[in-house]
């Protein structure tokens, strides 16, 4: 399990929560980029996958404990955890064996908050007991989903329904511990969605106030830090041309405000600190990148944020209003 990392302010703590790994085609990861550019940043394996992270975030506040995405779940076959190479295996899944690790149960958590209902990103919802029954995962938790997505997700749409598992949702539904948001609104007092449509038509990253700092959990806006320029955009994007708006939009605001960035599926880089890019133009790049590496495997690329041998993080500079600190 690797060291325990944190971002704390006035407000709040974010620590990143490890939901396990999977194995993706490159190609659809990087959409429209020639390989021999983004293998450098992601090399495949003889599948021609690429390592992947699900890495969700814990936000504790005054008011709630939050836990922002929840990985895949224990619902799924062994043939699709071959497919997708899948390494999740925990007590019931690595989810909860690393929130246990960060001292925090289940029943622990106030909110569970969907960025979309992609089964990497809220499989974890459910659980399936050994009866075959499902039920929450998380006990005592309001689970909230933008209205819009959970509609876009219950379309019989082939382009789609691959994505979209009714067990990770309608089951809450059915108990009427789903809770339907307009796209960017507030979750609890100092965290709230931002509507960046394109993966998904109401995709949502995640605004964090920590108090001093924000802290945006970009989702699958920008999956990982190789996916920072504005034109490396995913296959698996249902509007490419309106994430490449989104990108625009939301990494010029981050690098003019100095957010923090915090990947979901990056292998290595957990977060860094958005810096307009050297020289101007569009978009950003990182600064003080904070390393954790989450998928078995993985080989290092040769080129873009956090890659090479021996990289380390930076400390934060002084005055930034916020302590960040390793945990133990």
Same mark, same amino acid.
């Given at each position: 399990?690797?060291?325990?990392?944190?971002?704390?302010?006035?407000?709040?703590?974010?620590?990143?929560?490890?939901?396990?790994?999977?194995?993706?085609? /490159?190609?659809? &990861?990087?959409?429209?980029?020639?390989?021999?550019?983004?293998?450098?940043?992601?090399?495949?394996?003889?599948?021609?996958?690429?390592?992947?992270?699900?890495?969700?975030?814990?936000?504790?506040?005054?008011?709630?404990?939050?836990?922002? @995405?929840? /990985?895949?779940?224990? #619902?799924?076959? @062994? #043939?699709?955890?071959?497919?997708?190479?899948?390494?999740?295996?925990?007590?019931?899944?690595?989810?909860?064996?690393?929130? $246990?690790?960060?001292?925090? #149960?289940?029943?622990?958590?106030?909110?569970?908050?969907? %960025?979309?209902?992609?089964?990497?990103?809220?499989?974890?919802?459910?659980?399936?007991?050994?009866?075959?029954?499902?039920?929450?995962?998380?006990?005592?938790?309001?689970?909230?989903?933008?209205?819009?997505?959970?509609?876009?997700?219950?379309?019989?749409? $082939?382009?789609?329904?691959?994505?979209?598992? *009714?067990?990770?949702?309608?089951?809450?539904?059915?108990?009427?511990?789903?809770?339907?948001?307009?796209?960017?609104?507030?979750?609890?007092?100092?965290?709230?969605?931002?509507?960046?449509?394109?993966?998904?038509?109401?995709?949502?990253?995640? !605004?964090?106030?920590?108090?001093?700092?924000? !802290?945006?959990?970009?989702?699958?806006?920008?999956?990982?830090?190789?996916?920072?320029?504005?034109?490396?955009? &995913?296959?698996?994007?249902?509007?490419?041309?309106? %994430?490449?708006?989104?990108? #625009?939009?939301?990494? +010029?605001? *981050?690098?003019?405000?100095? =957010?923090?960035?915090?990947?979901?599926?990056?292998?290595?880089?957990? =977060? /860094? +600190?958005?810096?307009?890019?050297?020289?101007?133009?569009?978009?950003? %790049?990182?600064?003080?990148?904070?390393?954790?590496?989450?998928?078995?495997?993985?080989?290092?690329?040769?080129?873009?944020?956090?890659?090479?041998?021996?990289?380390?993080?930076?400390?934060?500079?002084?005055?930034?209003?916020?302590? +960040?600190?390793?945990?133990?």
């Amino acid at each position: 399990m690797p060291d325990p990392i944190f971002l704390e302010g006035d407000r709040a703590r974010v620590r990143p929560v490890d939901a396990g790994s999977l194995w993706l085609d /490159g190609g659809a &990861m990087f959409g429209v980029v020639p390989k021999p550019l983004w293998v450098r940043r992601a090399p495949a394996d003889g599948q021609n996958r690429i390592p992947l992270a699900m890495r969700c975030l814990l936000v504790e506040t005054e008011e709630a404990t939050v836990l922002i @995405d929840v /990985g895949l779940g224990n #619902k799924e076959s @062994d #043939k699709f955890k071959s497919i997708y190479g899948v390494s999740n295996d925990g007590d019931p899944t690595r989810l909860e064996t690393s929130l $246990e690790a960060l001292g925090v #149960k289940p029943s622990d958590v106030d909110v569970v908050a969907g %960025t979309h209902l992609h089964f990497d990103h809220f499989g974890g919802s459910t659980t399936r007991g050994t009866d075959g029954s499902l039920r929450p995962s998380f006990p005592s938790a309001r689970y909230v989903v933008s209205r819009g997505e959970y509609e876009f997700a219950r379309l019989d749409n $082939e382009r789609i329904r691959a994505s979209y598992m *009714a067990d990770n949702f309608e089951p809450l539904a059915a108990a009427d511990r789903l809770e339907l948001v307009p796209d960017g609104s507030e979750i609890v007092p100092g965290v709230r969605y931002v509507h960046t449509p394109g993966h998904t038509p109401h995709h949502q990253s995640i !605004l964090v106030d920590l108090g001093g700092a924000q !802290l945006l959990f970009l989702a699958d806006l920008v999956p990982t830090a190789a996916h920072l320029p504005l034109p490396w955009i &995913m296959g698996y994007d249902v509007e490419p041309l309106v %994430t490449l708006e989104s990108k #625009k939009r939301i990494l +010029r605001r *981050a690098a003019d405000e100095g =957010w923090w960035l915090a990947f979901e599926h990056d292998p290595f880089v957990a =977060w /860094g +600190r958005a810096v307009p890019p050297p020289g101007g133009g569009s978009g950003c %790049t990182l600064e003080d990148i904070e390393e954790q590496a989450l998928a078995p495997g993985a080989e290092r690329g040769t080129s873009g944020p956090g890659q090479g041998p021996g990289k380390q993080s930076s400390q934060v500079r002084p005055g930034d209003g916020l302590n +960040r600190e390793e945990a133990g």
